[in-house]
């Protein structure tokens, strides 16, 4: 079975200091990982997925398969990027395509 | 198409009354999914449909749950037998069929079992 950890609860940084949101899991497949971002009073929404490899509003994500991690890094933090990330798994070797979610991370940034 | 959609936003029901959800996804999307999710936590899986087919359910998913997708477009939740702990958020999801597809939440239906 897949699970999906976040050992931080609560990451609190001040503006402009480099963060990172930790994300470990567990699978035994080919996994593909994904970071949601829920800002304040706003639905559940992608922020970035480790296929497309992209840097989104200044975050990006490196998936290690030897440290099963996926830890989102951004090298200057903005008070708007203060909200709740969760990490997630998708098995891509399986058509069932079950999301499993992280507890989340609450990120806030400090002015 | 404003995106997936929830109704109700809000319920507050008391100790052993049925309630429903409703989900509404984006429109060309053929998968939907129910997850729930209590304070602190992330995301549950509950279960997902392909089109009408409910294709996988997870064991948090007693028998007092029942989902449907009839016709292949919107989506209901029913909890039969409310209990207190079943107090949480009800959130809808839904995508394309296509491997790494990305998940389009609503905003969800929040339960309040008093």
């Known amino acids: 079975a897949q699970r999906v950890t976040q050992p931080e609860k609560l990451l609190s940084v001040f503006k402009g200091a480099p963060v990172e949101l930790k994300c470990n899991y567990s699978?035994?497949?080919?996994?593909?990982l994904f970071w949601y971002v829920q800002y304040s009073r706003q639905r559940l929404q992608l922020l970035l997925r480790?296929?497309s490899r992209e840097s989104i509003k200044g975050f990006t994500a490196d998936l290690n398969k030897g440290e099963t991690s996926f830890h989102l890094k951004k090298p200057f933090a903005q008070e708007e990027d203060s909200a709740m990330y969760y990490c997630a798994l998708s098995p891509r070797d399986n058509y069932g395509q079950n999301f499993v979610f992280g507890p989340g991370t609450r990120l806030s940034v400090l002015p | 198409d404003t995106g997936v959609s929830q109704d109700p936003r809000h319920k507050i029901t008391k100790r052993g009354q049925n309630v429903t959800f409703r989900c509404d996804p984006i429109?060309?999307?053929?998968?939907l999914y129910w997850y729930r999710q209590t304070l602190g936590q992330g995301p549950e899986f509950l279960t997902y449909f392909q089109n009408e087919a409910q294709l996988e359910k997870s064991r948090l998913l007693s028998d007092r749950f029942s989902a449907e997708r009839p016709k292949g477009s919107f989506s209901t939740l029913e909890i039969q037998r409310t209990e207190q702990g079943d107090s949480a958020m009800y959130l809808c999801?839904?995508?394309?069929?296509?491997?790494?597809?990305?998940?389009?939440f609503g905003e969800g239906s929040r339960l309040t079992v008093l």
């Open positions: 429109s060309e999307h053929n998968r």
């Open positions: 480790h296929i």
């Open positions: 699978y035994s497949g080919s996994p593909e």
């Open positions: 999801a839904s995508n394309q069929a296509v491997k790494g597809g990305e998940l389009f």
